[in-house]
């Protein structure tokens, strides 16, 4: 089952990627020890000819041997590329935990100490760059903000500079992805719990946290993404941390490349969509040698003229002339000038662009032990991307909100948020909004989510239990999507508070973090009045005609 990770690093690693004809190269193996003893397993592949040569690094938990033919290839090109298994991991030393020795706390940066070697060695000629995707690319982030004056760039594909926000969005613990992850990779039996006691964002995620630390990152670097990653909101955050609060070498000089993508990039199909011209984005930074080449070797290939932002923006799929489904590209992030556009949750299950007048709450049944099954999303292990919602909108555990058919198309680009007004008889719940794209045939095919535990509403640092009955006001993340909604279409949102095994369910207990097996049935509410009305808040580009407002039909009778 591991072999599964190496290939798919191997997959990140990659992309545009042709091999080189045989040559002579070198290897070189040991033991680097880095500031507190331990040592690690190090490969270093040197080319044929005269020494220094520029130089790539590469730091994998997924086994350096499975990189031989990325070493030997980069070596060919002229690169002395050097390939480390982490900490703990494989040939190395030290305790298998995941991501423990790449930062800079507890006497540990090893990520530093090895390109620190690296400058050292006869065979470097000073310009050092890291390569990377998923766990590979945590690591690069990891590395660039402990800080350093010997990194020359970097490429980063599908990462995360702030885990909890991965592990644990909206407080809510990302149960398939963190357990499977970890069983797949054989990290340490107590690599979990050393997650896991950490459901807040406390000082033990602040203090790894690289969103805290860009000023010390002084690099050019290539960052790529996908809406349908478990890393989506992750890489944009890398992006604009670099290029806006970043080092000298570091402020204006970032590349970003988003697409309709899950854990996985430049491909056609996601889910159960494939999107037009999805693998042929319109730049060549994708491509790790022509970027490497540019800073590691000064060759003027035209690589940093490229825009500095290239994004795919979706639309319907399967229909003639539909809008969107194209690539464009801006000189920042967010691209386009948008305006926060509420569509409101009505009473009796309509979405409108007008707030309710009046409109009694919405209440369903929220039994812990019989949640609501993920479909599709921002998923590893479980089938991601987009797919058909209709098996689960029928179920009286998910409040379901559609649309009037769009007169005209609406072009969605940005980050969306949900304000609700809700209220339970439990002291803590869960409340996960997702909002879809509905076909004319009826499919309707989710396009971002979010989730939140009510202790933490006001805080992810600090829980604050429920008083039932009260109601609250509370905000909702769903991260970033590009889309445009197609004329003939309706939008639809789900109100629920479960998706399992993506999402851990909350017992509804109010008891610490998976202390007991004990769970209760909580009964909640979304409130859809005048003074309390709930809505999602679209980022709609400004020049996207207003929506007109129109009657909308019922979705069906409030349960």
């Known amino acids: 089952m591991f072999r599964r990770w190496v290939v798919s690093c191997a997959l990140l690693m990659g992309i545009g990627v042709a091999f080189q004809p045989a040559e002579r190269v070198a290897l070189q193996s040991q033991m680097l020890p880095m500031r507190d003893g331990t040592r690690l397993a190090t490969d270093v592949y040197l080319p044929a000819g005269q020494p220094p040569f520029p130089v790539i690094l590469i730091r994998t938990p997924y086994d ?3 990189l031989k033919a990325i070493g030997e290839d980069g070596a060919r090109r002229g690169y002395a ?7 703990g991991r494989f040939a190395s030393e030290g305790a298998n935990l995941p991501f423990e020795g790449d930062g800079w706390w507890e006497n540990r940066a ?13 065979w470097c000629n000073g310009k050092i760059g890291t390569w990377g995707g998923s766990a590979l690319g945590i690591n690069q982030l990891m590395l660039a903000g402990a800080g350093t004056d010997k990194l020359t760039c970097q490429h980063i594909t599908v990462a995360e500079p702030n885990l909890h926000q991965a592990l644990f969005p909206g407080g809510v613990f990302k149960k398939s992805l963190v357990e499977e992850w970890l069983r797949l990779t054989q990290h340490a039996p107590d690599a979990l ?3 896991t006691r950490h459901p807040a964002y406390d000082r033990f995620w602040q203090t790894r946290d690289v969103n805290r630390r860009y000023a010390r990152v002084n690099a050019p670097a290539v960052h790529i993404g996908g809406y ?5 909101q992750g890489t944009l955050d890398a992006f604009t941390g670099y290029q806006l609060r970043g080092g000298r070498n570091a402020r204006g000089r970032q590349k970003l490349l988003m697409g309709p993508w899950a854990h996985g990039v430049l491909q056609k199909k996601v889910g159960e969509l494939e999107f037009p011209n999805a693998d042929q984005p319109p730049c060549t930074f994708h491509d790790p040698w022509r970027w490497f080449e540019y800073h590691l070797k000064g060759v003027a290939n035209g690589v940093e003229r490229e825009p500095a932002v290239v ?3 979706m639309g319907a799929v399967g229909e003639p002339n539909a809008p969107g489904n194209e690539w464009r590209t801006a000189r920042q992030w967010p691209p386009v000038p948008t305006r926060p556009t509420p569509l409101y949750l009505h009473g009796d299950c309509t979405l409108q662009f007008t707030k309710p007048i009046q409109g009694a709450p919405l209440s369903y049944r929220y039994d812990p032990e019989n949640p609501v099954p993920t479909l599709g999303g921002r998923e590893l292990t479980l089938p991601a991307g987009p797919r058909d919602q209709r098996a689960i909108e029928s179920r009286p555990d998910v409040l379901v909100f559609t649309s009037a058919l769009l007169q005209r198309p609406l072009e969605v680009i940005g980050r969306v948020k949900a304000v609700l007004y809700v209220s ?20 309707s095919y989710n396009i971002v989510e979010g989730v939140l535990r009510m202790r933490y509403r006001d805080s992810l640092s600090r829980e604050q239990l429920m008083q039932p009955g009260k109601v609250y006001r509370v905000e909702v993340d769903l991260w970033t999507t590009a889309i445009v909604f197609n004329a003939g279409h309706r939008i639809r949102v789900h109100v629920t508070s ?3 095994p993506a999402y851990d369910p909350n017992p509804n207990t109010g008891a610490p973090f998976r202390a007991s097996r004990r769970t209760r049935v909580a009964m909640n509410t979304v409130y859809c009045d005048s003074q309390r009305a709930s809505c999602i808040v679209l980022p709609v580009t400004i020049g996207t005609p207003a929506p007109t407002p129109a009657p909308a039909r019922p979705n069906r009778s409030p349960k």
Do not use: E
Request: glycine content about 4%.
């Open 424 to 443: 339970s008889d439990a002291p803590d719940t869960d409340f996960l909004v997702r909002l879809c794209d509905v076909y004319p045939d009826g499919r």
């Open 498 to 500: 479960s998706s399992y």
């Open 193 to 195: 719990q050393h997650w």
């Open 81 to 87: 590329m050097v390939i480390q298994d982490t900490r």
């Open 64 to 66: 350096k041997n499975a």
């Open 110 to 122: 090893d990520g530093v100490d090895t390109l620190h070697w690296i400058a050292q060695q006869p």
């Open 228 to 232: 349908y990653d478990i890393f989506a």
């Open 311 to 313: 994004y795919y923006v």
